[in-house]
């Protein structure tokens, strides 16, 4: 059974030969892999203005063969460019914004924004309140959209040159109708263990958005201390079913353990967020909303007098001026991957996605004014787990924290083709 990407006019879906993509994009350096494909700091060639002259790209490869796997993988790509997309016209400067879709005779690969640096953990939390403030707006902005993530974690946040957390890796996202009764409701498990809710992590039916909600505030408690609520002081390596049990019992509990310091306000919002009944936990919304963003009198004169304080007001405009900074769709860089419109190629594949699997990846933990007390597997840039995978949980699929190890830059050219097509270089 053949499955084909869906023919479109859309100016940022492009169908070109290997040539014309070697002839537009210079791939420098690989920067992250796996069996699904790969990850590539690119530039553009063809640049004939000086505000693109140098611009750094991230291009999320898949190589394209007649195998069921590599048609499941190129389809997950596009189902991953076509929900993004969907939010260009509406933009949020919490969420990656895709450049373009294109497909070749050998490859399938999205273009996007290169941002280098991940959010780091053990932040002070007057740093971090910023963040947390843009996330939660983030997540708020897709849910409302009948969007949701479904892999919140650190891992999948970087930072914009103008210090804003961008949400990335949107492999594993669903898009609902929000006008369905169904909206947003789902009895699969799949994640990264950690940060699964716990009626997530045992496939029960639940609402995917306070699933969101629980990886969030997860992600919360690690860029503050380090470590997730219910992870040892120095750690936990998940590497067994046993140990993911024990974890998982741990947040049904929902008692945090270890160490941790944080303020009142915070503390509260954090326990609102990681509630083990997903009835008493908050929205993103009214996250957003919550007392700990309004200083109390005693902090106000005091912040006041302090330039690194930010008031609602000035958040909301802030973030109305990232905004409109936010590239459009017509970004320059399109211009360089022009080409006939469509997707004409067919894929010989089923497009049943249900046997995909997560496949793990080692890479260095993130740069932090305090260093990691525990090492963690942390991708550079954006996506490195494309693949969903819908069956439970297994530790094959858990997120082992063991050894920092950097995958070793290839640089030059994808290198499954690279003999075949010659011209990548």
Request: proline content about 8%; hydrophobic content about 35%.
């Amino acid at each position: 059974m053949e499955a084909t990407i869906p023919t479109t006019d859309s100016s940022d879906v492009f169908s070109i030969s290997d040539q014309a993509l070697s002839d537009r994009l210079h791939f420098v350096q690989e920067i992250g892999f796996g069996n699904w494909g790969s990850v590539w700091l690119c530039r553009p060639k063809l640049s004939s203005s000086a505000s693109t002259k140098g611009q750094k790209l991230a291009v999320k490869l898949v190589h394209r063969s007649k195998t069921s796997t590599t048609a499941a993988r190129v389809r997950s790509l596009w189902n991953e460019m076509k929900i993004v997309r969907q939010l260009k016209d509406d933009p949020h400067p919490a969420v990656i914004h895709f450049h373009s879709f294109v497909l070749t005779p050998s490859y399938a690969l999205i273009t996007m924004a290169y941002l280098p640096s991940l959010i780091p953990v053990e932040v002070e939390e007057s740093k971090a309140r910023e963040w947390f403030r843009f996330l939660l707006s983030g997540v708020d902005f897709l849910h409302r959209r009948g969007v949701v993530h479904n892999d919140i974690k650190p891992a999948n946040i970087l930072l914009s040159n103008k210090n804003v957390p961008v949400l990335v890796d949107f492999g594993f996202a669903e898009k609902y109708d929000i006008d369905s009764p169904e909206a947003f409701r789902s009895n699969l498990s799949y994640g990264t263990p950690e940060y699964l809710s716990p009626e997530r992590a045992r496939g029960l039916p639940h609402d995917t958005r306070k699933s969101d909600i629980w990886s969030l505030g997860i992600t919360f408690f690690e860029i503050l201390i380090g470590r997730t609520p219910f992870e040892n002081s120095d750690g936990d390596q998940l590497s067994t079913k046993e140990d993911l049990e024990k974890y998982w019992q741990r947040t049904l509990r929902g008692n945090w353990i270890g160490k941790w310091k944080m303020t009142t306000g915070i503390k509260k919002l954090l326990q609102r967020m990681i509630s083990p009944s997903a009835d008493l936990r908050c929205t993103a919304s009214q996250a957003m909303a919550d007392e700990c963003w309004r200083p109390s009198r005693e902090s106000l004169n005091s912040h006041r007098r302090s330039s690194s304080y930010t008031s609602s007001v000035v958040f909301e405009k802030d973030m109305a001026k990232l905004i409109d900074r936010t590239p459009s769709s017509t970004r320059s860089v399109k211009e360089k991957l022009r080409s006939p419109p469509g997707l004409d190629s067919p894929l010989s594949s089923r497009s049943d996605l249900s046997s995909r699997q997560v496949t793990k990846f080692k890479s260095p933990a993130a740069k932090a004014g305090t260093p990691r007390r525990r090492p963690s597997q942390i991708p550079l840039i954006p996506d490195l787990s494309p693949i969903k995978a819908s069956p439970p949980v297994t530790p094959l699929r858990s997120a082992s924290r063991k050894e920092n190890t950097k995958p070793t830059p290839r640089g030059g050219t994808p290198a499954t083709h690279r003999k075949a097509l010659g011209v990548l270089t």
